[in-house]
């Protein structure tokens, strides 16, 4: 079984400040990991994805996120918000080879301050 | 950029009402999907369709649910006798291929079920 752990329902950061989104996942073989991203009335679009290779995966809009098995997390970070980061972000695990049954996290709310 | 299109955007309905969620995935798309996501918890696998028929589905996708792809451009959940606890946010999603990291899948905008 698969599980993930969005810390922080809600996150508030000025604008031009590092945005720090966590996410630990759980899984008892390789995962596959996602962050997805949902602006108001809009559906869920894919930021960034780890499947296998180089742990630190670039995604759209200047996100990152660095997959550390040690740790089994899977953080989001932006070096500077911008105010239309505002969304909600959602972490998702699958097991390695079956990327469409997805176990997602609840979410965290970015909200970014001017 | 192809999208998945949902409609309606919110449906308010009746318990025990029947109700039809339509979406339209990415005209070469293969495979589609359900998700939903009750207020204030985790978006959760509803189902899988592929080559006319399901899948995979969840123990949540009992003998209320029934998918369809009725014209081979529609791809419709049906909710035979809506419930109270059928109020949620439900996300269509497609992909061209599955079991591949490479692939992913592309969500609608979602449709909010509100069952009264």
């Known amino acids: 079984a698969q599980s993930v752990t969005q810390l922080g329902s809600h996150v508030s950061v000025s604008e031009g400040a590092l945005v720090l989104l966590r996410c630990n996942y759980s899984?008892?073989?390789?995962?596959?990991l996602f962050w997805y991203v949902q602006y108001p009335n809009q559906g869920l679009q894919l930021l960034l994805k780890y499947t296998t290779g180089a742990t630190l995966v670039k995604g759209i809009n200047g996100f990152e996120a660095e997959f550390k098995k040690s740790e089994t997390s899977f953080h989001l970070t932006k070096p500077s918000a911008h105010m239309s980061d505002a969304a909600e972000y959602f972490c998702a695990v699958t097991r390695g080879g079956s990327n469409y049954k997805l176990t997602f996290g609840k979410g965290t709310l970015l909200t970014v301050n001017p | 950029e192809p999208e998945v299109t949902q409609t309606p955007s919110h449906q308010v309905t009746q318990m025990g009402q029947e109700v039809i969620l339509r979406c339209v995935p990415i005209s070469n798309h293969l495979y589609f999907y359900w998700y939903r996501q009750i207020l204030g918890q985790k978006v959760e696998f509803l189902v899988s369709f592929y080559n006319n028929e399901i899948s995979e589905k969840s123990e949540i996708f009992d003998d209320q649910f029934s998918v369809e792809r009725p014209d081979g451009s529609n791809f419709t959940l049906k909710i035979r006798s809506t419930k109270l606890e059928d109020s949620a946010m439900y996300f269509c999603a497609s992909s061209l291929r599955q079991g591949s990291g490479a692939n992913v899948l592309t969500f609608g905008a979602g449709s909010r079920l509100t069952v009264l």
């Open positions: 899984s008892s073989v390789p995962p596959y």
